[in-house]
């Protein structure tokens, strides 16, 4: 009796030892991650994928402690939550900055508290004296080899919007006139996305020799609601004569759908809509014949890579500066095989 006793109580203190061990061995990482605003349709995909991606790199002796913030579209918010990430000792922070004319603020914080920082879908970009973007590779990112930026070339998203345009009957002049009359519902200006995807829409088109007519073009910030304000105003205004609605995302073009539907007009008939990003809710519409297309922005893809990135970073590997993640062109074809 009295060795079955000493043989279970060495077992408890082996037992007992191990699991003591390996508690000691786990090593978990604290990530920063703030969010330009989490009203947004597209990052809060991009956002949940970081948090799911996150989770099944996971083993028993590595765990990521993820903090999760809301910058609401204020820079002043974000600046806060980056200064609060280094006081909480984030070992490394990712990033969907604000405004990406005042990124070097937030890289400075960063880089002088020395945690690795991933920017990713709001591109920072070199100014010139003017104020206009000097399309080249960020000094604040290029000089710093612990900091990346993680995104998607937006003039190719604008490209396949303007071809799935051409790849229509009529090639977007359904009246015959000539001319692709158009109205363009635009994200952030501030925002290079927006920036390009309204430049290289209507540059497909005019490279492939159309002549296009702009109705309008107004500023929705990505949202659904002034896209269907500003769509409804425009199909007041100009009636018939638009012919095509571009819409730098799929969170406007949903607006833009309800207007276009209200006023009594037939997608693929009487008028077409494009958008870009692939939500769920356009990719059904699409099947539909609802929407004529969109552009799949990759948040799958681009989560993926800013969080293997992250980790590279917490494990003290060499990165690259800039990942590209690419878009795919969405048609009606392409909706029904997903
Ligand atoms: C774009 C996306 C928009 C919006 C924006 C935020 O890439 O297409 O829907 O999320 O980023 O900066």
């Not at 082996?14 to 597209?42: M, P, W």
């Not at 400075?108 to 004296?129: C, F, H, K």
């Not at 540059?203 to 007519?213: C, N, Q, Y």
């Not at 018939?240 to 571009?246: K, Q």
Request: hydrophobic fraction near 40%; include cysteine; charged fraction near 20%.
């Amino acid at each position: 009796m009295k060795k079955t006793l000493a043989i279970l109580m060495a077992l408890v203190m082996v037992l007992g030892a191990f699991t003591f061990a390996s508690a000691d061995e786990v090593k978990t990482y604290k990530v920063g991650i703030s969010i330009y605003q989490y009203t947004d349709n597209f990052m809060t995909l991009y956002r949940n994928e970081i948090a799911d991606y996150f989770k099944t790199l996971e083993t028993d002796t590595v765990k990521y402690e993820l903090v999760f913030a809301d910058a609401k579209n204020d820079m002043a918010e974000q600046t806060n939550q980056m200064n609060n990430f280094v006081t909480q000792g984030m070992d490394v922070i990712i990033l969907n900055p604000v405004q990406t004319s005042s990124a070097d603020v937030l890289i400075d914080i960063a880089v002088s508290n020395e945690i690795p920082l991933v920017l990713i879908n709001r591109e920072p970009l070199a100014y010139d004296a003017d104020g206009n973007t000097i399309d080249e590779a960020y000094e604040g990112i290029l000089n710093n080899p612990q900091v990346c930026y993680v995104g998607a070339d937006a003039r190719q998203s604008g490209t396949y919007q303007g071809e799935l345009i051409l790849a229509t009957g009529n090639q977007g002049d359904i009246n015959g006139d000539g001319k692709i009359s158009y109205i363009m519902i635009q994200g952030d200006p501030e925002n290079i996305d927006a920036q390009y995807r309204t430049e290289f829409s209507i540059k497909a088109l005019t490279d492939a020799g159309k002549t296009v007519e702009c109705l309008d073009s107004q500023v929705g910030n990505w949202d659904q609601t002034k896209g269907q304000e500003l769509c409804a105003n425009a199909l007041t205004v100009h009636g018939y004569n638009v012919e095509v609605v571009f819409c730098n995302n799929d969170g406007m073009a949903m607006g833009a759908l309800t207007a276009i539907q209200t006023a009594g007009r037939i997608v693929g008939e009487d008028i077409y809509l494009v958008g870009v990003d692939a939500l769920p809710e356009a990719v059904e519409a699409i099947k539909l014949g609802d929407m004529t297309g969109t552009v799949l922005n990759d948040h799958i893809g681009q989560s993926h890579a800013a969080v293997d990135v992250a980790v590279k970073l917490l494990n003290g590997e060499a990165i690259d500066n800039y990942y590209w993640v690419n878009y795919v062109k969405v048609d009606k074809a392409y909706a029904e095989a997903q």
